[in-house]
């Protein structure tokens, strides 16, 4: 890591002396500038001239490092690592101009305690909060087992509220959405296809040792408890009945479920995420 900040071949101070000053007014404040450079996934966020390089930030003022990020695209949740001049600093240390500033994306999948100064502890907590258009990511993941809240026509200020008292890291296609400072910990989902989607979530977190399939409710994210074949027999068709032995019974919400027809479309989804780890062990 050191190795790739050292890599900046531009001097940032040169960056500042050749900054603008206000030509009209001479009484404006000077512009700064800082030289800043984004690692790995964080280019996403950039404009095509800004990515793997390094580019310069300006302002007036001593912004806090977080402000000239977000202000660069990033939302400050898709960086767990910020390097000033070599050293790791947190979101709120003060730029002053003239700094080299390299910005790391989050490291789910392996511990950096002891090096970030951004946050105490490496994400862990493994649940989900999703925008109110990720319906069939949701329905997805709770397949797999995970804990997602998720509901249609959930209002932005009612998601960032759940993900700061709860803890659960946000899932979005909205960058404003995890610009929020209420948002501590998000992700930008890149696809827009819900498996892809699912793909991308299962990489970002590591989330291979969490997987659980069909043991929560893909409807509600209610815990799916065994129950007995007579409690369901009311409810369930006879047909069903008779091709069934095992049931399930969603505490939550109460809707029953068994391996029908329908299974192997479920199925496949599992196997699909399996292949997934499957490729991630063997990098
Ligand atoms: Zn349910």
């Not at 490291?107 to 493994?126: A, H, M, N």
């Amino acid at each position: 890591m050191d190795e790739n900040a050292a890599a900046e071949s531009e001097d940032a101070s040169s960056q500042k002396r050749s900054c603008r000053q206000d030509a009209d007014d001479p009484h404006a404040p000077v512009e700064h500038c800082i030289l800043m450079r984004c690692y790995q996934e964080l280019n996403d966020f950039l404009p095509p001239e800004k990515r793997f390089q390094g580019f310069s930030c300006c302002f007036r003022g001593t912004p806090a490092v977080k402000d000239c990020i977000e202000s660069a695209g990033i939302p400050h949740t898709e960086v767990d690592l910020i390097l000033v001049d070599g050293k790791p600093v947190s979101f709120s240390r003060r730029l002053s101009g003239g700094e080299r500033v390299a910005v790391y994306p989050v490291f789910e999948s392996f511990d950096i305690s002891g090096t970030s100064e951004v946050r105490e502890k490496p994400l862990r907590r493994l649940s989900f909060v999703l925008d109110c258009h990720l319906g069939k990511l949701a329905r997805l993941l709770r397949i797999l087992g995970l804990d997602v809240h998720y509901e249609r026509n959930f209002p932005d200020q009612r998601i960032a509220e759940i993900s700061s008292r709860t803890g659960r890291i946000v899932l979005t296609r909205d960058v404003g959405l995890l610009k929020r400072s209420e948002v501590k910990r998000g992700y930008w989902l890149r696809s827009q296809d819900p498996y892809r989607q699912m793909e991308e979530v299962l990489r970002r977190f590591d989330l291979c040792k969490n997987l659980s399939p069909f043991t929560r409710c893909p409807h509600c994210n209610g815990i799916l408890e065994p129950v007995a074949k007579e409690k369901v027999q009311e409810r369930v068709k006879a047909g069903t009945l008779k091709s069934c032995e095992r049931f399930f019974l969603c505490r939550d919400c109460g809707r029953i479920y068994w391996r029908g027809a329908h299974f192997s479309r479920l199925e496949r989804v599992v196997r699909q995420a399996r292949q997934v780890c499957d490729q991630q062990s063997g990098s």
